[in-house]
């Protein structure tokens, strides 16, 4: 996922802390230099996981940043 307007660590810290609480996610780490953002999930299934990721954006930007799902 590519990230916007994160630049630094707390930012990092409050996308991973919330991050991991969504239902579906195993791990997300941010890399806020690289504006990137990596998911793990528990889940198999596609279609779950498009929602899963769907939910981290919306995340993403309720926090105060934004996000684009890379295809």
């Not at 596609?46 to 684009?68: F, H, P, W």
């Amino acid at each position: 996922m590519k990230l916007h307007g994160a630049h630094c660590s707390s930012c990092a810290f409050a996308i991973e802390k919330f991050g991991r609480r969504l239902e579906g996610v195993t791990d997300i780490q941010v890399d806020s230099i690289n504006s990137q953002v990596k998911v793990d999930f528990d889940i198999e299934e596609e279609e779950r996981q498009n929602s899963t990721l769907k939910n981290i954006v919306g995340l993403i930007r309720r926090i105060g940043y934004d996000a684009d799902i890379r295809g």
